[in-house]
């Protein structure tokens, strides 16, 4: 695999990169989760074939572009259609370094899990009962809200936003609130301080298959159409956060349904939980909103949702690679 043949390839599928002197830089450490372009991959001299290999500058983790792929969730076999050759009509694939990168090393993700969370304090909000006809609570009833979710959802007065409470067993381990009356478009949410967002999710609990949401609201949408919902509070989801989630859904012999935005991000995020359910014994699928950009759209409008059964033109098929990928 060429420089120019990986860098194909990380455009055709949205994947956001560097290009410097003979080199990728990338983003995405599956080892300390940085996401600044700190992986810096590079070509060995002595042959245009097999794959990158480099290390992340911020933990000096040692990678290559065969792992990080299948850690971005793309496909074991478009990922070895990429790093391998074509004889007879068939790929036969390189011989590949070792996926353990890690060795008797403990990842940062995991260490910063063992980590205790000091319990969080929400006295200063209030239950949406108490407060029906506020325009918060009006709000959050209208994007969904219902009595089983009295202790998940609660209202800042002062703040005119909707709070999504995470709890670990009966503690408060943090917030995120959703303002109704944003100052500035891009910035609609603020978590509590020191929130580990890739740490923890949020669930809403019901009898269908788990569902990954990127937001609350999403996520909300997907308990009404019958699923399991869980928040993720982005598509950049944690290793502790699939862990969660591949767990419950092997507890409850659960599948597993992706609900994230119909946009880059939304198909990097599934890739990357669709791969990790898959070496975890999972089945996970895509689901899409039948009106608008995600289930709260959807829900809104009074319409469903339905399966992506073939991925549609989301993911890219080995057999649509470029013929260079394989002489």
Known sequence: MTLEEFTDFLNANGVSHKITYQSIVLSDCPHCGSQKDKIYLFKSRKTDSGPFFGKCMKCETKTNSYALLLHLGFAKDIVSALHGRMADGVATLRIMPSLDLFGDRKPAVALEASQPIEPVDISMFIPIPEIMQHPVAQYAIKRGWTEFQTKDMLVDYFSSAVVFVVREGDKVVGYQRRFIRP??????????????????????????????????????????YGYHAICTFGSNVGDSQLDRISDLALTTSKNVAIAFDLDDAGRKGYRKIR???????????????????????????????????????????AINLPFSCFE
């Open 275 to 317: 791969n990790a359910m898959y070496w975890r014994g999972v089945e996970a699928y895509r689901i899409k909103p039948e009106y608008g950009n995600d289930l709260n759209d959807s829900f809104l409008a009074k319409k469903g949702v339905t399966v992506i059964k073939e991925d549609e033109d989301l993911v890219l098929d």
């Open 183 to 224: 100052v500035d478009p891009k910035f609609k949410t603020m978590s509590s301080k020191g929130f580990l967002k890739r740490r923890f999710v949020m669930e809403f609990p019901n009898k269908g298959d788990i569902c990954i949401a990127e937001g609350p609201f999403t996520a909300l949408s997907a308990w009404h």
